[in-house]
């Protein structure tokens, strides 16, 4: 059975960080961060592919970072320069399949259960 296992949401200041991490049960050729916020539809936020080809929505460029942990089957999201609007539920999502040297497609086959965020101003 494939799992998903999001970890390290919780409550930060404006300007504060945080540091999302995702137990994959099975390696993936790509990984993904969405969100979804309350009353509002869920976002893609950022991707990864296994090598390494990333990709960030414009409202998170600049400020997260996303890596993985091939051999362990771990995915992150760093998060600096956290805004009220980042405030969501963040989930880890997965996709088995993907294209060589291109970035990931949006699609995705499973997804984790999330982790929340929650950034005060």
């Known amino acids: 059975q494939v799992q998903l296992v999001e970890s390290g949401g919780g409550s930060v200041q404006a300007g504060g960080s945080l540091r999302l991490s995702c137990a994959a049960s099975?390696?993936?050729?790509?990984m993904h961060w969405f969100r979804q916020a309350a009353g509002k539809q869920r976002e893609w936020v950022s991707s990864?592919?296994?090598?390494?080809?990333?990709g960030y929505a414009d409202s998170v460029k600049g400020r997260f970072t996303i890596s993985r942990e091939n051999g362990k089957n771990f995915l992150y999201l760093q998060m600096n320069s956290l805004k009220p609007e980042d405030t969501a539920m963040y989930y880890c999502?997965?996709?088995?399949?993907?294209?060589?040297?291109?970035?990931?497609?949006?699609?995705?086959?499973?997804w984790g259960q999330g982790t929340q965020v929650t950034v005060s101003s």
């Open positions: 999502a997965a996709r088995l399949a993907g294209f060589f040297r291109q970035a990931c497609p949006r699609e995705v086959d499973y």
């Open positions: 990864i592919s296994n090598e390494g080809i990333t």
């Open positions: 099975r390696s993936f050729y790509c």
